[in-house]
């Protein structure tokens, strides 16, 4: 399995980006029962949670910082997790990372993205 991550790059403040990961080696029915997530970290500081999406409904989760502005969704049919991020801060600033955890009845592995980096001017 590996996970592709894409669609980082520089943007204004104000901008908005969308972060794409694509999962290879893995079959539809894994992906879409495995949860999901974005993380960010900039160095010296822990990669943290930036949204997630649940396998077993699609419910969602965001960190404060980024509700209302980010939004998590997936597509099956491509095997791809996407981050939409709107009116973006120089804050966001980051390298981002994709996750995608198989259930515990497929083992429970944790996968990880090589990050993509954002970067927002002021």
């Known amino acids: 399995v590996q996970l592709q991550a894409s669609g980082g790059g520089l943007v204004q403040a104000g901008g908005s980006l969308r972060l794409s990961c694509r999962a290879s080696?893995?079959?539809?029915?894994?992906?879409?029962?495995?949860?999901m997530g974005w993380y960010r970290q900039t160095p010296g500081n822990q990669r943290e949670l930036v949204a997630s999406?649940?396998?077993?409904?699609?419910?969602?989760n965001y960190a404060d910082s980024v509700k209302g502005r980010f939004v998590i969704s997936r597509d099956g049919s491509r095997k791809t997790v996407y981050l939409h991020m709107n009116g973006l801060r120089p804050e966001d600033t980051s390298v981002y990372y994709c996750?995608?955890?198989?259930?515990?009845?497929?083992?429970?592995?944790?996968?990880w993205g090589q990050g993509t980096l954002v970067t927002v001017s002021s």
């Open positions: 996750n995608i955890k198989y259930p515990p009845a497929i083992g429970g592995t944790d996968y």
């Open positions: 080696g893995m079959i539809t029915s894994s992906f879409v029962s495995s949860d």
């Open positions: 999406i649940t396998g077993r409904d699609g419910s969602t």
